[in-house]
């Protein structure tokens, strides 16, 4: 049998094996509480989105009147005095068409009112005559009066027979094509030999003045662009030459083959500036829609949605959340919903992220602008 002090040795010494295993399951315990994961992460965040964004529509320099003159008359073209790229000046001669047939009808009509002239003298005298008569009581009264009618039908007739000449002086006048104001000759569209007929556009010439841009504009974007509205100007021949425009003229309706809107930019007077040039226009526009751009490894997907992964700050930990995708640029993506100004997302490793998972950040990357990519479109 065992003494009762035995005993109480032998308890001792299992109080003691209890409390060193105890011991050693709390530091097992603390051990793996100091071992939790807290994974470094990269992230990005997302700035503050642009409100505008900046339209740019190429464009020709053309003056702001050009004439497309022609002959008021039908005829063949004898002469042609001006070329393309030729400047012009108020009254100088274009362009001449054969005026034989006219130089007739000019003689015809001034044999025509010899004859009525002729007419109205003998009327005339025969009226005198009456009135002579007929104050002697040798005719009647209404021979006087015949008389009368007579004389003045050959008035009536002389005066349509000068009429008929002016006319025919005129159309004569007209066998020569001259301008109307100073200018360059931008296009000649007949030549000598050419029968054309009244109104045939045969040379159009620039007015000297004011120039301006025409550029076509599609119908997502013609809301944009109202009479007054100040743009810029640039120049591809020179880079440094920039210009302050301002719409000037907005087309009521669509090109019904193009489908877009013509809009007239008028120009500052510079003499750097010729016809023909091509010209760049930029407006700045409000954005319709405000898209954030993010890298694509910052994308993965969640139950087939795509997600993104956005870090708690003050937590310091991550938690998915559903975006909206917009498109995919050649470097990201743009999302249109899911995201704002201020998120911190997180930009690689995401195939690693669990909810609520602990992180540490490896130091702010530069903040992705919203809509950076989808506010500035160049056309």
Same mark, same amino acid.
């Given at each position: 049998?065992?003494?009762?002090?035995?005993?109480?040795?032998?308890?001792?010494?299992? *109080?003691?094996?209890?409390?060193?295993?105890?011991?050693?399951?709390?530091?097992?315990?603390?051990?793996?509480?100091?071992?939790?994961?807290?994974?470094?992460?990269?992230?990005?965040?997302?700035?503050?989105?642009?409100?505008?964004? @900046?339209? @740019?529509?190429?464009?020709?320099?053309?003056?702001?009147? #050009?004439?497309?003159?022609?002959?008021?008359?039908?005829?063949?073209?004898?002469?042609?005095?001006?070329?393309?790229?030729?400047?012009?000046?108020?009254?100088?001669?274009?362009?001449?068409?054969?005026?034989?047939?006219?130089?007739?009808?000019?003689?015809?009509?001034?044999?025509?009112?010899?004859?009525?002239?002729?007419?109205?003298?003998?009327?005339?005298?025969?009226?005198?005559?009456?009135?002579?008569?007929?104050?002697?009581?040798?005719?009647?009264?209404?021979?006087?009066?015949?008389?009368?009618?007579?004389?003045?039908? *050959?008035?009536?007739?002389?005066?349509?027979?000068?009429?008929?000449?002016?006319?025919?002086?005129?159309?004569?006048?007209?066998?020569?094509?001259?301008?109307?104001?100073?200018?360059?000759?931008?296009?000649?569209?007949?030549?000598?030999?050419?029968?054309?007929?009244?109104?045939?556009?045969?040379?159009?010439?620039?007015?000297?003045? #004011?120039? !301006?841009?025409?550029?076509?504009?599609?119908?997502?974007?013609? @809301?944009?662009?109202?009479?007054?509205?100040?743009?810029?100007?640039?120049?591809?021949?020179?880079?440094?030459?920039?210009?302050?425009?301002?719409?000037? !003229?907005?087309?009521?309706?669509?090109?019904?083959?193009?489908?877009?809107?013509?809009?007239?930019?008028?120009?500052?007077?510079?003499?750097?500036?010729?016809?023909?040039?091509?010209?760049?226009?930029?407006?700045?526009?409000?954005?319709?829609?405000?898209?954030?751009?993010?890298?694509?490894?910052?994308?993965?997907?969640?139950?087939?949605?795509?997600?993104?992964?956005?870090?708690?700050?003050?937590? !310091?930990?991550?938690?998915?959340?559903?975006?909206?995708?917009?498109?995919?640029?050649?470097?990201?993506?743009?999302?249109?919903?899911?995201?704002?100004?201020?998120?911190?997302?997180?930009?690689?490793?995401?195939?690693?992220?669990?909810?609520?998972?602990?992180?540490?950040?490896?130091?702010?990357?530069?903040?992705?602008?919203?809509?950076?990519?989808?506010?500035?479109?160049?056309?």
């Amino acid at each position: 049998m065992f003494s009762l002090s035995h005993v109480r040795a032998r308890m001792s010494s299992a *109080a003691i094996l209890a409390m060193t295993l105890a011991a050693l399951a709390g530091c097992s315990d603390e051990k793996t509480e100091t071992k939790a994961i807290i994974r470094p992460v990269k992230v990005i965040e997302i700035a503050q989105s642009q409100d505008t964004r @900046t339209l @740019t529509y190429a464009g020709s320099v053309r003056a702001r009147v #050009e004439m497309n003159l022609g002959f008021r008359i039908n005829g063949k073209i004898s002469e042609r005095l001006v070329d393309v790229g030729d400047k012009v000046k108020s009254g100088d001669l274009l362009a001449r068409i054969d005026s034989a047939d006219y130089a007739l009808s000019v003689r015809s009509a001034k044999a025509s009112l010899d004859a009525a002239e002729r007419q109205v003298e003998t009327t005339e005298l025969a009226r005198n005559r009456a009135e002579q008569l007929f104050a002697k009581n040798v005719s009647s009264k209404s021979q006087l009066e015949q008389a009368t009618l007579s004389y003045d039908q *050959a008035v009536a007739t002389r005066d349509s027979a000068r009429s008929a000449l002016d006319q025919a002086k005129n159309q004569v006048s007209y066998t020569d094509l001259k301008s109307d104001q100073n200018g360059i000759v931008t296009a000649v569209n007949a030549d000598v030999g050419q029968v054309v007929g009244s109104g045939t556009p045969v040379v159009t010439v620039a007015v000297d003045g #004011e120039k !301006e841009v025409l550029i076509a504009i599609p119908e997502v974007d013609i @809301t944009q662009f109202k009479p007054g509205k100040m743009v810029k100007a640039s120049f591809w021949s020179d880079a440094t030459l920039t210009l302050q425009g301002k719409v000037r !003229e907005v087309a009521g309706s669509a090109d019904p083959q193009s489908r877009t809107f013509a809009v007239r930019v008028s120009l500052p007077n510079d003499p750097k500036v010729l016809l023909g040039m091509t010209a760049n226009i930029e407006a700045s526009a409000d954005s319709v829609r405000q898209l954030v751009s993010i890298p694509l490894t910052a994308l993965t997907k969640k139950d087939d949605r795509p997600i993104v992964w956005t870090v708690d700050r003050t937590a !310091e930990t991550v938690h998915s959340r559903m975006v909206t995708i917009a498109d995919f640029t050649g470097d990201g993506v743009r999302v249109a919903e899911g995201l704002k100004p201020g998120d911190v997302v997180v930009s690689a490793g995401t195939q690693f992220m669990t909810e609520g998972l602990k992180v540490k950040l490896e130091g702010m990357a530069a903040k992705q602008s919203a809509a950076a990519d989808a506010a500035t479109l160049t056309r």
